[in-house]
């Protein structure tokens, strides 16, 4: 188990628009905010998502799959940090849509959305320093 403690934390909440792309928006919001790590929830609705789920046998994520339509972000949970100097995201998102046998719930890790309207809140914990590294699961964890 690690534990780390933050003492500095600050919150951001964000609206995302028709037509932005939920991935580079957090992306360009880790930039621009200077973030290093923070903690990222929310719900809102997509038009496409590209979702893919992790294979404990193989220790990998599967094939991505994309789902298009009028798709409810029910829930939106991840991570936020820098690798490299670069944006790192770890999200995890379940997303509904009517089918015509009712309502199916689809989830995982989320590659890409398209928003319709989203919105989000994040905890910036500007005191702490982690890096994301593949453990021998295959699932890169601080």
Same mark, same amino acid.
């Given at each position: 188990?690690?534990?780390?403690?933050?003492?500095?934390?600050?919150?951001?909440? %964000?609206?995302? $628009?028709?037509?932005?792309?939920?991935?580079?928006?957090?992306?360009?919001?880790?930039?621009?905010?200077?973030?290093?790590?923070?903690?990222?929830? /929310?719900?809102?609705?997509?038009?496409?998502? +590209?979702?893919?789920?992790?294979?404990?046998? *193989?220790?990998?994520?599967?094939?991505?799959?994309?789902?298009?339509?009028?798709?409810?972000? +029910?829930?939106?949970?991840?991570?936020?940090?820098?690798?490299? /100097?670069?944006?790192?995201?770890?999200?995890? *998102?379940?997303?509904?849509?009517?089918? /015509? $046998?009712?309502?199916? %719930?689809?989830?995982?890790?989320?590659?890409?959305?398209? %928003?319709? *309207?989203?919105?989000?809140?994040?905890?910036?914990?500007?005191?702490?320093?982690? *890096?994301?590294?593949?453990?021998?699961?295959?699932?890169?964890?601080?």
């Amino acid at each position: 188990m690690l534990v780390t403690s933050s003492q500095s934390v600050r919150s951001l909440v %964000v609206r995302l $628009n028709k037509g932005e792309d939920l991935a580079e928006s957090l992306a360009s919001l880790i930039t621009s905010q200077r973030i290093t790590v923070a903690t990222v929830q /929310g719900h809102g609705a997509l038009e496409a998502v +590209i979702l893919d789920s992790y294979d404990a046998r *193989a220790r990998t994520y599967g094939d991505a799959r994309t789902f298009t339509g009028r798709l409810e972000l +029910i829930s939106l949970q991840g991570h936020l940090s820098t690798r490299e /100097g670069h944006p790192d995201l770890y999200l995890h *998102a379940a997303v509904a849509r009517d089918t /015509g $046998n009712g309502v199916e %719930v689809l989830g995982g890790r989320l590659i890409e959305a398209q %928003v319709v *309207a989203v919105e989000l809140t994040l905890l910036l914990h500007d005191d702490l320093h982690l *890096a994301r590294t593949p453990e021998t699961t295959g699932i890169p964890t601080w």
